[in-house]
């Protein structure tokens, strides 16, 4: 009995939370995930800059921003909602009729920042930045297909 009451509240608790995700509006939609975005930038610009040996590397700044971006990658898939593919977005359409692709495309980036993240509590710049090219690689081949 008491476990049907728990299952019944998770139902509802999952039926809230999508319903609150299907009402909300583009533009919200799209200023929250540019604004994703912009803090995976503002992270990821200075990494570039340390595995390119522009910035002194410094491990613990390196450690803060990618996990800074292991936590990010995972926000704005929710916002690539119906509706929300006109106007002021660089997201394709294409993105609702593949949508397969471009949530694997996300996944991709979730699990290279995760390594990343790992790698960089290794403090040894080899592991590092193979490990930061391939997040690279992630943002550039969803760029270049679902972006314009
Ligand atoms: C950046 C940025 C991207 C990625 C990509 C990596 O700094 O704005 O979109 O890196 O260029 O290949």
């Not at 509802?12 to 975005?37: M, S």
């Not at 930038?41 to 200075?46: H, I």
């Not at 592991?127 to 997040?135: L, S, Y």
């Amino acid at each position: 009995m008491k476990k049907m009451t728990l299952i019944g509240l998770a139902a509802a608790l999952t039926v809230t939370t999508l319903t609150a995700v299907a009402q909300v509006k583009p533009f919200e939609a799209i200023e929250y995930r540019q604004g994703v975005f912009k803090a995976v930038k503002w992270n990821f610009g200075p990494m570039a800059e340390m595995v390119r040996g522009k910035q002194e590397f410094n491990a613990e700044e390196f450690t803060r921003r990618a996990e800074n971006v292991a936590a990010l990658s995972k926000l704005p898939l929710e916002a690539f909602v119906a509706g929300t593919y006109a106007s002021k977005t660089a997201a394709l359409p294409i993105i609702e009729k593949d949508y397969k692709t471009f949530s694997d495309m996300m996944a991709n980036f979730e699990k290279a920042s995760a390594a990343l993240a790992v790698a960089a509590k290794s403090g040894d710049l080899a592991q590092i930045r193979p490990a930061f090219g391939e997040v690279g690689k992630t943002c550039k081949s969803c760029h270049d297909k679902f972006r314009d």
